[in-house]
């Protein structure tokens, strides 16, 4: 098997190649986020991209070169939804066969668009529980079967077509780029782009952006190596990679100038403001790099610009109430409470009054053991106006009577309640 170099000029030929093919997405101004960064911030909205996400560039990539034979003996994936969507899309495009394994924790939305963009030529398995179990899966079929194992992030092929993003970015962008601002889960994406910018705009920070309960590639640089994660958080399902490739792993060590984490929590307020202030929707994974812009403020002149990559849109509708509850709990908005009540007439009258102050409102209220004559145990979820104000609630909490437990949001109990 004769595999491309991976340099700038096979990124080049796969940018070429797939111009006809795949969308050239908008590269758009985000006031919102300049103001944050102090800097003009360009959106890249490959959640405008085929399958709304940049995953496509890489499949199609990958498929398109293999050979009459490879192509006879069909195509095997594992996806956490976008690369399978990709896959499919190109089998359909092509005539191709294929098999796209996905985790149980894959969004029914995603899974769904899988099948419509295969057309027939894909089928579907659920396989495991995380990335990784559907990829030993999918790889576990492909040495049975003789199918093509499709990787997506792992294959210079991925990677080169994937890096195609930054070619089509530095000819829209129209003014001095200072930084790019890339989501990483295996780091096929950031690993093309960097091939391509640091022999052809060596001046460009590179910056790369995991979740921080899957933040593999942060792990394999302080090892040294690729290692696997003991845990994984699929919340940001695009972005969770329990090890990071190990192709992808030296060129993000030799090339990018920084890879950071960022909390769940900060994913999912910037999901809603991507949403209620510039009306984009994205996934977990798809809000990743702009997450990370609060970091950024005051390291770039004000006259050159920051580009963010907007990596995928395929969210399910159904996600949002969980997206809200962590976005509130992450920005201090929302608390949790064991509170027992005496079984007695003003009880719940003296937390109203005594308790609670303006800007503080009950959310949640749900008795947890109703069999006590004496007590009752409540779950109470308050919603504060202003982060600011749990201090006072927590003082008032303290002198009341009442038996007050605050529920913290990693215990297993607030898991369990919640």
């Known amino acids: 098997m004769n595999l491309p170099a991976l340099d700038a000029e096979g990124v080049d030929r796969a940018a070429a190649l797939l111009a006809p093919v795949v969308h050239r997405t908008p590269l758009e101004h985000s006031p919102r986020l300049s103001a944050t960064v102090g800097a003009p911030v360009l959106l890249k909205r490959e959640n ?20 009459e034979e490879e192509q006879a ?17 190109s089998c359909a495009r092509l005539g191709l066969r294929g098999r796209v394994h996905v985790p149980g924790n894959t969004p029914r939305q995603k899974r769904q668009r899988i099948l419509a963009l295969g057309e027939g030529a ?55 780029l200072h930084t790019v601002v890339v989501p990483i889960g295996g780091g096929g994406l950031i690993s093309g782009m960097a091939l391509w910018l640091r022999e052809r ?39 969770a990679v329990a090890r990071a490739g190990a192709r992808t792993f030296p060129i993000v060590r030799d090339l990018v100038d920084e890879v950071i984490g960022v909390e ?46 907007v990596s995928g849109g395929n969210n399910d509708v159904s996600r949002y109430a ?24 003003g009880a719940l009258r003296h937390f109203l009054d005594d308790v609670l102050s303006e800007g503080e409102d009950i959310v949640v209220f749900e008795y947890v053991k ?40 990693g215990s297993p109990l607030f898991g369990f309640l919640t």
């Open 48 to 67: 405008r991209q085929i399958a709304r996400s940049y995953k496509v560039r890489g499949a199609y990539h990958f498929v398109s070169g293999l050979t």
């Open 73 to 89: 003996r069909g195509v095997v994936c594992a996806s956490a939804g976008n690369h399978g969507q990709g896959v499919a899309w």
């Open 122 to 176: 894909v089928e579907l398995v659920v396989s495991g529980s995380s990335y990784d179990e559907a990829g030993a899966a999918a790889l576990a079929e492909a040495k049975e079967t003789g199918a093509v194992f499709v990787h997506p992030f792992d294959d210079p092929r991925t990677i080169l077509g994937q890096g195609s993003v930054a070619v089509e970015l530095l000819g829209q962008v129209g003014m001095p």
């Open 201 to 239: 705009h060596p001046e460009v920070r590179i910056i790369g952006v995991e979740p921080a309960g899957a933040a593999s590639m942060q792990a394999a640089l302080a090892a040294g190596e690729p290692v696997a994660l003991p845990a994984v958080d699929t919340f940001v399902d695009g972005a």
């Open 264 to 309: 769940e929590g900060a994913v999912c307020t910037e999901m809603l403001e991507l949403y209620q202030v510039e009306g984009i929707i994205t996934e977990p994974a798809g809000a990743l790099a702009s997450t990370a812009l609060r970091g950024l403020a005051g390291t770039v002149p004000s006259d050159q610009a920051v580009a963010c990559i």
């Open 322 to 345: 969980e997206i809200v509850e962590r976005s509130l709990l992450h920005e201090g908005l929302r608390h949790y409470f064991l509170v027992t009540f005496p079984q007695e007439p």
């Open 370 to 409: 109703k069999n006590n004559r004496e007590t009752g145990p409540a779950l109470v979820g308050i919603e504060l106006e202003e982060a600011t104000r749990l201090d006072g609630l927590l003082a008032r909490m303290g002198a009341s009577p009442l038996q007050i437990e605050q529920v913290p949001p």
